[in-house]
């Protein structure tokens, strides 16, 4: 290392005093953390990675989008690997939702601690960067909102094939979807793939379960094609098959007002 975490942490605070664009503080800063993230962390080095990435938190400039948001999660994950402090995860969690606009679904596949063999993810994680996007989303412009959407209906059809899945963390996101997707007035197709594929991928579930996961689909904010496709899906409940054939003929019955009309 070129500096001393000690002799590191006063120059980065004289650079800010000294009104460094925030931009060159942070990227500075993921430098050092990278540097660091690729040490042998074996015995005391581990220690030293937590007290590294939990001083560097503390020094990162606050204002949003000095960092690309796919740096901002590598950071992320060394916190988690270093096990540091929950403030500091949680201070890359919030830089991260306040710019969840810019993300790749990628970047949101955060692997559970204590699951090195099989694929899980960190959906706790994932729930608390959203709610962070949420919080802190102002524009009158939802064309950001629309992108986050997207970002986790893409997000849920992927987790959907993880056979580790619980039922209940999946039921969670998929409500934070569904508000989203509400909010912008789209579609819920989105919804409702995830949801198929989660339903095929664990065919071990009861009918009451498949009912309780399927509590968060609206038949009526389908598309037409997605009610067609719904209204034929045999591995929903039937309540739900039911609902999907009213929502088409619902559509069907618009259609042909409209062109009478």
């Known amino acids: 290392m070129s500096l001393s975490l000690r002799l590191y942490d006063l120059t980065i605070s004289n650079m800010v005093q000294n009104g460094v664009q925030p931009e060159y503080i942070a990227a500075s800063l993921y430098k050092y953390a990278k540097k660091w993230a690729n040490v042998d962390i074996t015995g005391e080095a581990v220690k030293d990675c937590k007290e590294v990435i939990e001083t560097i938190e503390k020094l990162f400039p606050d204002e949003t989008e000095v960092l690309p948001c796919k740096l901002l999660f590598e950071m992320l994950q060394a916190a988690i690997v270093f096990n540091a402090s929950p403030s500091c995860r949680y201070g890359f969690e919030t830089r991260i939702g306040k710019q969840l606009k810019e993300d790749a679904v990628e970047d949101l596949l955060i692997p559970s601690q204590g699951y090195a063999a099989e694929m899980q993810f960190d959906t706790a994680c994932v729930k608390r960067i959203l709610k962070n996007f949420y919080a802190n989303y102002t524009s009158s412009d939802n064309a950001g909102m629309i992108k986050v959407a997207e970002l986790i209906e893409d997000f849920l059809s992927t987790i959907a094939r993880d056979i580790n899945l619980t039922k209940d963390s999946f039921i969670s996101l998929s409500?934070?979807?569904?508000?989203?997707?509400?909010?912008?007035?789209?579609?819920?197709?989105?919804?409702?793939?995830?949801?198929?594929?989660?339903l095929d991928k664990h065919n071990y579930l009861t009918e009451a379960e498949k009912e309780e996961i399927c509590q968060v689909l609206d038949c009526s904010r389908l598309s037409p094609e997605a009610c067609t496709h719904a209204a034929q899906n045999s591995l929903l409940p039937l309540r739900v098959v039911v609902q999907a054939l009213f929502a088409s003929q619902l559509h069907l019955r618009d259609v042909i007002t409209t062109r009478i009309g």
């Open 175 to 198: 409500a934070l979807s569904l508000a989203t997707s509400i909010e912008t007035k789209r579609y819920s197709d989105g919804l409702y793939r995830a949801i198929n594929i989660y």
